[in-house]
């Protein structure tokens, strides 16, 4: 009972109409930057950031999860239709999705997509519901040294989980902490890497970071991309799938909903790798097996009810712990840390309303992307038709003003265009962003409950050791970071990241 309690006080917030309003405009905006390839979820919500900072909390949460999830719907739409994806996720749609649409079955490639998706997304949120206040009591129970652990396990398997050079993404995470661990110190006041100048004695901005690191580069890549990459766009057709497609959509969408909810969990998991593994595996148990690879429903269902279930369940060790399992969870804790909100597992205790709300305003915000997602097709074909360098410009423009409206500073834009030069020069060093950022947003946790955990054991190191839990969370860290040192691992990861781009 006390769980439909808690349901019923998500549905109550999540059903305010300005809280209904913003995961509206979340879910719509988040459908057509999926549309729009060369725009992902993680450059927009960086860009979005500073918007949301006269937001209420619970409101600007619900728009901002609504962006990550509704890109996920809305990557499958240019997958399907012109073969390009839209969003990384729905790199495996393009697949069978595009075989469909030139056999005239873009309708109900898209509608097994948005179905799919759509169930996943329903199923996903339960499961969020349900394991999210065990892993909140399991969590309260840790202190310092656990959650420094913890902290470090996170950062390693970014860095286990990033594609490329381990070596980098080492790198990455590093520049990344240090960075992040720019101005004032916590505990005695003194300055860390500000060099004297009083605009960086409260650190680095996080919002103008992302924006330039996840925002600016984006853009740099897509003027570097010519529109010969905007292909012919198929007609839809009927959007509404045979009796017989239907049948054929259900179960891969329950093995596809199965594998994305636990995939989603994993640090650096996700939706990408969520949809990936759920098209091998359908590829390996379906009976229209033959059919995959020339226009197989199956390899449209599976792949997008995994990677949204993988998108919904990505919030749960964002909200029941504190740790983001990937980059765009750091910068929802981004978003929370500057609304003044604690991550954590306080977050369900202190602000119940925000935390079942932004479940429930899952649901909901699921439900509209069906509505969204198929009789505004038309729409969204046009959407495809802009040209970029239109686009752009303006989105940049809106980018600096944001940032600067948070304090009323122009040194916000000064680190926008500076870290955007250098996150464009590491990403000409096949160097990720995603470490880097998980690293800055870390950076100071790690740090505060370092030192914390040894104030409380009187500067005794083995406190990391002697706690059960820290031990294990530390020897998995080590465990980890050693074996993607082993040739074996090494040779097999790269395979699988070649065969994943």
């Not at 969003?87 to 179905?115: C, F, H, N």
């Not at 169930?119 to 309260?140: D, H, N, Q, Y």
């Not at 909200?319 to 369900?348: D, F, K, R, Y």
């Amino acid at each position: 009972m006390e769980m439909f309690d808690h349901l019923a006080l998500g549905l109550s917030v999540a059903g305010q109409p300005i809280n209904l309003g913003y995961c509206f405009a979340g879910v719509l905006l988040g459908t057509a930057i999926g549309v729009l390839p060369g725009l992902g979820p993680l450059a927009t919500i960086a860009m979005l950031l500073p918007l949301t900072f006269g937001l209420d909390p619970t409101t600007s949460l619900i728009m901002l999860a609504g962006v990550y999830y509704g890109s996920q719907y809305g990557g499958s739409t240019t997958a399907i239709l012109i073969n390009l994806p839209g969003e990384a996720a729905s790199s495996v749609t393009t697949i069978d999705g595009y075989q469909m649409a030139r056999r005239g079955k873009a309708g109900s490639a898209l509608a097994a997509a948005a179905l799919g998706s759509f169930f996943a997304g329903s199923m996903a949120t339960l499961l969020i519901a349900f394991v999210a206040i065990p892993l909140t009591t399991v969590a309260l129970s840790f202190g310092a040294a656990e959650y420094f652990a913890l902290l470090t396990l996170g950062l390693v398997s970014s860095i286990a989980l990033a594609s490329g050079s381990v070596l980098k993404a080492i790198g990455m995470v590093t520049l990344g902490l240090l960075l992040g661990l720019t101005g004032s110190d916590i505990y005695t006041g003194a300055e860390r890497f500000t060099f004297g100048m009083p605009e960086m004695f409260d650190g680095l901005d996080l919002v103008a970071i992302a924006v330039g690191t996840f925002g600016i580069v984006e853009m740099f890549r897509n003027f570097e991309a010519t529109d010969e990459s905007q292909g012919t766009i198929s007609e839809v057709g009927s959007i509404w799938p045979s009796l017989s497609d239907f049948k054929r959509i259900i179960p891969p969408s329950i093995r596809g909903t199965a594998i994305g909810s636990v995939l989603g969990v994993l640090p650096g998991g996700g939706a990408m790798l969520s949809s990936f593994v759920a098209y091998n595996l359908e590829k390996r148990v379906s009976s229209n097996a033959a059919e995959f690879g020339k226009g197989a429903i199956e390899g449209v269902a599976a792949p997008e009810s995994a990677n949204n279930a993988g998108a919904q369940t990505s919030f749960i060790p964002m909200l029941a712990l504190g740790v983001p399992s990937n980059a765009v969870m750091a910068l929802m804790i981004g978003a929370m840390i500057m609304q003044g909100i604690e991550s954590g597992p306080n977050v369900i205790n202190n602000k119940p309303d925000l935390f079942w709300g932004l479940i429930m305003s899952m649901w909901i915000g699921n439900a509209m992307l069906v509505i969204l997602n198929l009789p505004l097709i038309g729409v969204w074909v046009s959407l495809l038709r802009v040209p970029y360098h239109v686009l752009f410009p303006a989105i940049l423009v809106f980018c600096c003003i944001g940032v600067y409206s948070v304090n009323n500073a122009t040194f916000g834009v000064y680190q926008i265009i500076i870290s955007g030069l250098l996150g464009y020069a590491l990403s000409k060093l096949d160097c990720e962003i995603p470490p880097f950022i998980l690293g800055f947003i870390l950076g100071p946790m790690l740090e505060e409950h370092f030192r914390r955990a040894l104030i409380l054991a009187d500067g005794d190191l083995s406190v990391f050791i002697t706690r059960p839990i820290s031990a294990v969370l530390l020897v998995l860290a080590v465990t980890l970071l050693v074996s993607m040192s082993l040739p074996m691992i090494a040779e097999r990861r790269n395979r699988v990241f070649v065969e994943e781009s």
